[in-house]
């Protein structure tokens, strides 16, 4: 099956606004599958869960319906999907958990590529508990994280490490295979933020060798919604903070309060859609190849925005990572990247400018004290036409 941009995009609703979206890194917008998936829930009978009444049982179903779809979606066991608000908030409760397995002299590693989502509940963590903090470094000029300096970073006192799968930035995409084994040859665990990550091709958890897994529903399609997966005897050896009555079931255990169920319905609806895209006879095999396809049509319409920025000599790019998603950060001589984001977004066209939370790589490069950078990043309904469209802007 070819792979058909229109045919994508006149699914989505809000593209008939018009405004050229570079944003997708920040979020993405949803197709009407999705939007009609949550409306339907706020249509029907839907109550709270583990009720003796047919509402209740719809809620059930539509949380195990999210927890199979991220199944697929992830390659894991539906068992150990926790579904909360967000990553950030995902992330708090599992450190929380984690850090009361840490003794002082323990050890964090966490790196400077990542989103600080996947930095200060960490730190934060390890503070309370008395661990002590290591950070793996990046490469200023081409924005990479070189994984030699994880031999000399990892100790048998290290007890977890934190590193993105792919920077939300500049789209660097670390070599988070080899992480995980120098992390498991020490005993520790690993924690991969695929939040950016997991929009730009296939994810397999247990290839990656994460032992934590977090994303974000609505990065790649979907509503507002944190995932984190992690292997259920896994999740069984680790105790958050929760309330007395609360479940106390994997991985009931970590999520805490009343779930959005509208917004659950819309996970696995966006999951839907994916698989949609492909061919397979199980939903994971379409989800598979739908990524791929949506990854290669995501290269061929970043390399028209890559080279066309890489001509310009008033542009300098953020990094040249080797491997990475569709994602670039630029500055702009002689503008701040508030001046271009605000002159491109009164043209209709959508970038974000800043650190996007990447603060500990904007101040590496030298940029947090002049604004950061503008990012523009290419997903599945973006167009080469649209690239046009930024570069004659710009
Ligand atoms: C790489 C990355 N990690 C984590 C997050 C935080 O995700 P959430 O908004 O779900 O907390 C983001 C959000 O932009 C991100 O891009």
Known sequence: MAYDVQAVRSQFPALVEGLAHFDGPGGTQVPAAVADAVAHVLRSAVSNRHGDFASSARADAIVEGARDAVGDLLAVDPRGVVLGPSMTANTYVLAGALAKTWAPGDEVVVSRLDHDANVRPWVQAAAAAGATVRWADIDEKTCELPIEQYADLLTDRTRLVAVTAASNAVGTRPDVRAIADAAHARGALLHVDGVH????????????????????????????????????????????????????????????????????????AAVDWIAALGTGATRRERVVDAMSMIEAHELDVFTRLYDGLSARDDVTLLGCPSRRTPTVGFTVDRRTPQQVAKALGDKGICVWAGNYYAVELMRRVGLEDSGGAVRAGVVCYSTTDEVDRLLGAL
């Open 197 to 268: 990550a997991t929009p730009h091709g296939a994810v397999d958890v247990p290839a990656l060798g994460a032992d934590f897994y977090s994303c974000s529903a609505y990065k790649w399609y979907g509503p507002h919604v944190g995932i984190t997966v992690a292997d259920p005897a896994l999740l069984e050896t680790l105790r958050p903070d929760k309330l007395v009555p609360s479940s106390d079931d994997v991985p009931d255990r970590f999520e805490r309060g009343t779930s959005s169920f509208e917004q659950l319905a819309g996970v696995a």
